[in-house]
């Protein structure tokens, strides 16, 4: 695995490691092939593309952030 997968992997997991603290998905980890990650939500485990499940958990994270801040 070339150093940039590496890069991008090890973001994906901090990023899932924090979306899983906040209970926005169950459960992570590292899919079957090296440039796919694994994601549990809603009890269903899908395989993402690394590039993918980057922008996923961003915009999870984001939008619970933005729900957080926002005025009711």
Same mark, same amino acid.
């Given at each position: 695995m070339?150093?940039?997968?590496?890069?991008?992997? @090890? #973001?994906?997991? $901090?990023?899932? #490691?924090e979306?899983? &603290?906040?209970? %926005?998905? /169950?459960?992570?980890? @590292?899919?079957? +092939?090296? @440039?796919? +990650? !694994? =994601?549990?939500?809603?009890?269903?485990? $899908? *395989?993402?593309? %690394? #590039?993918?499940?980057? %922008? %996923?958990? #961003?915009?999870? =994270?984001? /939008? !619970?952030?933005?729900? &957080?801040? /926002?005025? *009711?």
């Amino acid at each position: 695995m070339n150093s940039t997968k590496t890069s991008l992997r @090890d #973001e994906v997991r $901090k990023l899932a #490691e924090e979306a899983f &603290h906040l209970k %926005l998905i /169950s459960g992570y980890g @590292d899919g079957q +092939y090296s @440039d796919e +990650y !694994q =994601i549990v939500a809603n009890g269903k485990p $899908k *395989h993402f593309p %690394l #590039e993918r499940a980057r %922008l %996923l958990l #961003e915009n999870l =994270i984001a /939008s !619970q952030q933005q729900n &957080h801040y /926002s005025f *009711h």
